[in-house]
């Protein structure tokens, strides 16, 4: 846990696994105080924990959800218009 890491142009702690699991109170309390915490399994970097507003920072806002109806409706480009469809007489078959 001694070594530090540039990530992402902010510094902080690199902890292996098992120190992580036995120190996760700090590893989350130094994430939000720090800056993100490198956390290593057998000498690699697997995985990174970061405060939920660096999350926030980082990922694209998502656009707001609709319902599948709203959606669908959406799709036709107004209210008045209608899909039309031919009428299916079926097909002729020699017996």
Do not use: C, H, N
């Not at 036995?22 to 720090?34: G, I, L, Q």
């Not at 057998?42 to 995985?47: F, M, Q, S, Y």
């Amino acid at each position: 846990m001694t070594r530090k890491a540039k990530i992402s142009g902010t510094v902080g702690t690199t902890w292996k696994l098992e120190d992580a699991k036995a120190r996760f109170s700090e590893v989350v309390r130094r994430a939000r105080t720090e800056g993100p915490q490198t956390v290593t399994t057998r000498g690699r970097d697997p995985v990174v924990v970061i405060a939920m507003e660096d999350l926030a920072r980082l990922t694209p806002p998502q656009p707001p959800r609709q319902p599948l109806v709203q959606f669908l409706e959406s799709l036709y480009g107004g209210d008045d218009l209608e899909p039309v469809r031919d009428r299916d007489i079926g097909r002729e078959i020699d017996l």
